[in-house]
């Protein structure tokens, strides 16, 4: 299938001109195919295929295996199925990963240091008159110095028109595959980066929510890989697990590359702390076309799942309970004062009473005799001896008688 094609602006109105040119050929871009693959437009029609050698006789693409310092030769059939002679120029370029998971080659003003560079065709252009096909040869060296890991590119035949009255100039390419794995230490790696949550909740304080996790794919490693995923969210101490629904694989990627996803969790319940998990199974393909799973890489990122709603009810339960308690302690502390004062009041008025009454009661008149006994003072020693010495003269005035 056509490559996307290089457009250089020669006018200022031209560019209008060019954006809706290259939307009526996006639907074709879809980057490099099985062959055989065909060019189309107008009049002019060529197609490419790999050619039938001890390597295969139908094969989809070119895939080696060298070594550093190795060589290969190959070749590709073109064919023009046109009513027009074509001349087409013959080169390589290295690959990429476009935004859209595609494989694309760069354009030809482009550097390459991979395959690009390697690649050499044995031709660098072809002319081919109509209903006709030529194989063109190219060899592959790889430099004693090269890095082991996996190499793509593509060899491209590409057709330059000028559209005088569109004011542009369209490249437009066809081209197959190369996949080359260079020997030595393969070490597939895959990474998860930037893991990130993010949660969504509902006005409904006791529903589920939605959580985003985004993350970015980045393979570290020397080997061309895709990766199976899964993603769970989870609340504290790994309760209430939701796992994400089916999430689509990457598309294979170079050693270098990076993709970013974004996978949506439904059903999330609102745990406060979020616990994101994501697992990468990655994939490798071998020069068969079999593939193996490697160990598995995970990375977990933590964020908030805070139902507000919930949240806003439990505080107002809250104040509505200590403005209670309040006005309790605030009420009891007022009957205390109350019952003090009564309480004290009584006393003061019991201890009246009692004064009056005792201002009241008569005063009595004592008798004689309580009148001479109250009168009647203690005996001094002096008069308790004299006393006594009286005493002792009369007994002894008795005896004497």
Known sequence: MPLPATRRKTTVTALVRTAALALLMAFALTGLRATPAAAEGGDVTWTVRTAPNSYGADRSSFSYAVNP?????????VSNRGKSPLTLAVYAADGFTTDTGQLDLLTRD????GVGAWVHAERK???????????IPFTVTVPGNATPGDYVGGVLTSL???DEAEGINVDRRLGIRVKLRV??????????????VDYSGSANPFAAGDATVTYTIHNTGNAMLSARQTVSVAGPFGWLRTEAGGIPSPPELLP??????????HGVTPGVSLTATATLTPLLT??????TS??????????????????????????????AVVRARRGRARRKLREDARVRDAVEQALREKGTREGREPQETPGPQETSEAQETPETPEAQEAEESQGAQKAGEAQKG
């Open 183 to 196: 020997g030595g230490d393969l070490r597939p790696t895959l990474a998860v980066e930037n893991l990130h």
């Open 110 to 113: 482009k550097k390459s240091v």
């Open 256 to 265: 270098g590359e990076s993709w970013k996803v974004k996978v949506p969790v």
């Open 125 to 135: 252009s072809v002319v081919l008159r109509p209903g006709k096909s030529v194989r």
């Open 294 to 323: 490697l160990d598995p890489v995970r990375a977990t990122a933590h964020g908030w799942a805070v139902p507000w709603t919930l949240l806003l009810l439990l505080v107002l339960l809250i104040a509505v309970i200590a403005g």
């Open 160 to 162: 330059r028109q000028s």
């Open 69 to 77: 310092g190795g060589r290969v030769e190959d070749a590709l059939v």
């Open 286 to 291: 071998d020069a068969s076309g079999s593939t």
